[in-house]
């Protein structure tokens, strides 16, 4: 096991941890899946004949599932049958058309080499609906060892509930003091901190620098090759 360091920000003190295993966000983290997302909910709100937000407006409704996205992206309560009779058109959509749009952001790649390399054990958690997650992952990013990918499903909290993210600490045996969390949101910094764990902050996803540290996000990285080299360094 090695010791990581974790880069203080302006002065901020430095943090010494064991690292095992690494968990990682999924939209705006590991891939961009803005297209296909809006695509899906664009699709059901054009059927119940109610007006489409523009892309820049659906990059500012994800990170707390896709349930409060199409909320957003309605601006008004609609009656529950109505609402998931949307939902359900969505999700029928998004399954037929996952990954027409989606592509891997480059800059995750050297993240991804150097934690295969290392043999630190890898995971996925993501507020995207489970099944969704699973193949996208299998589709896209096959040749990377991902353990373990949890998303939503009926009986799961959403992040940044901790539950999922410590499911996955439990299943690794490990502490998670011994995890980093990467992702791209607020709601990743806050499940890092809820679960215990150490989280870093990507800026190539959907949030800006200054959302993320308004709302706890301490530690963030514009390039893969330096968050690679972060990781690398407790490794030589």
């Known amino acids: 096991m090695s010791t990581l360091f974790v880069p203080p920000l302006r002065g901020g003190m430095e943090i010494m941890m064991k690292l095992r295993a690494v968990i990682f966000d999924l939209d705006g983290t590991l891939m961009d899946t803005l297209g296909d997302i809006a695509a899906g909910v664009s699709f059901a709100l054009r059927q119940a004949g109610r007006k489409v937000p523009t892309l820049a407006e659906y990059r500012t409704f994800i ?8 909320q957003r992206a309605l601006g008004e309560k609609i009656p529950e049958a109505e609402f998931e009779a949307l939902y359900r058109c969505y999700f029928d959509y998004y399954c037929r058309h996952p990954s027409e749009n989606t592509t891997v952001y480059p800059e995750i790649i050297p993240v991804l080499e150097c934690c295969a390399a290392a043999g630190l054990k890898m ?3 993501t507020n995207k609906q489970e099944v ?3 193949l996208l992952i299998r589709e896209k990013l096959p040749d990377y060892p991902f353990s373990l990918i949890l998303g939503q499903t009926e009986n799961r909290p959403l992040k940044p509930d901790p539950s999922a993210a410590l499911l996955i600490a439990d299943a690794f045996h490990a502490d998670p003091e ?9 709601q990743d910094v806050q499940t890092a901190k809820n679960a215990g764990m150490i989280p870093y902050s990507v800026l190539w996803g959907y949030q800006s ?13 514009q390039h893969g090759e330096k968050l690679a080299e972060a990781i690398t360094r407790i490794l030589c």
Not at 178 to 186: A, P, Q, Y
Not at 209 to 219: K, P, T
Request: net charge negative.
């Open 63 to 70: 990170g707390d599932g896709p349930k409060v996205l199409i």
């Open 209 to 221: 620098e200054a959302m993320i540290r308004e709302n706890g996000g301490e530690h963030f990285f």
């Open 132 to 134: 969704l997650a699973r």
């Open 123 to 125: 995971a996925v958690n």
């Open 178 to 186: 011994e995890i980093l969390f990467i992702g791209d949101s607020f």
